[in-house]
């Protein structure tokens, strides 16, 4: 996947989620479906951040969280493409710890927040253990 389709309304959500959040990390699930040579979010959805002692430059997932928007997905007949977060004043690139994390082939969007707003969203995928740097567009992918 080369590609990430993110439409203004979702780029608007996700950026009001990590401005609500900041200084802290917030995350969260983006639904969808793969399509040609990327992935079409059709959704995205917040989750608790359970990293309480480090929420300021680590996020947990909630797991209960994580079940409830897999089913969702799957009752929509879309499937979870990936993961998003946020990191407070820092860049817009995996750490360390996210790639330690990170599951093969999912997408990972990462948004930069500062007191002043977002300042950066990118998207990378895990491939053979190294994160390469998706196409983020807000336009419709066309299957090939």
Known sequence: M?????????????????TAAYPLE???????RR?????QVE?????RNLSLERAHDRFEL??????AIDAEARAAGQEILGVWHTHPDHPAQPSDTDRVAAWQDWCYVILSVTRQ???????????QDQFVEQTVRGAPIVAA
Do not use: H, K, N
């Open 117 to 127: 707003g977002v300042l950066d969203l990118r998207s990378w995928r895990l491939e």
């Open 26 to 32: 917030a995350c969260g699930l983006m639904l969808g």
């Open 62 to 67: 909630d797991p209960l969280d994580f079940l």
């Open 35 to 39: 399509a040609g040579q990327g992935a």
């Open 43 to 47: 959704a995205v959805r917040s989750a």
């Open 2 to 18: 080369d590609e990430l389709l993110l439409l203004p309304a979702q780029r608007a959500q996700l950026e009001t989620w990590a």
